[in-house]
């Protein structure tokens, strides 16, 4: 069975030795913060089933985790790649620079 998706990519970093290009590429995604306090509340609301045990414990945990400093979180983890390939090839492909972004191909193969 083949599948095949097509990611987009921004290039982090650039280096050019001469006869060859090294890319590091990381997903290009739109991430949303989540505060650690969305992710506990939403994991204790998974967690505790009883709705009335619910409505009572939620207000003391508010309260609890609004006294917390926040911390922001990313929620996806990124995909990165690291690839080299020949000048000649780069520059057929557009020649993209630092922050510009390039479509990759992914296919599976049995």
Do not use: F, H, W
């Amino acid at each position: 069975m083949e599948s095949s998706t097509a990611i987009r990519y921004k290039i982090n970093q650039l280096t050019d030795s001469g006869n060859s290009i090294s890319l590091a590429l990381v997903e290009d995604i739109e991430l949303e913060a989540v505060t650690q306090q969305q992710l506990m509340l939403e994991a204790i609301d998974r967690a505790i089933t009883d709705k009335d045990v619910k409505q009572q414990i939620k207000p003391i945990l508010e309260a609890i985790l609004t006294s917390q400093p926040q911390t922001l979180i990313k929620s996806y983890p990124q995909t990165v790649i690291q690839m080299t390939m020949p000048k000649r090839r780069y520059e057929r492909i557009g020649s993209p620079l630092v922050g510009e972004r390039v479509l990759i191909d992914i296919r599976g193969e049995k």
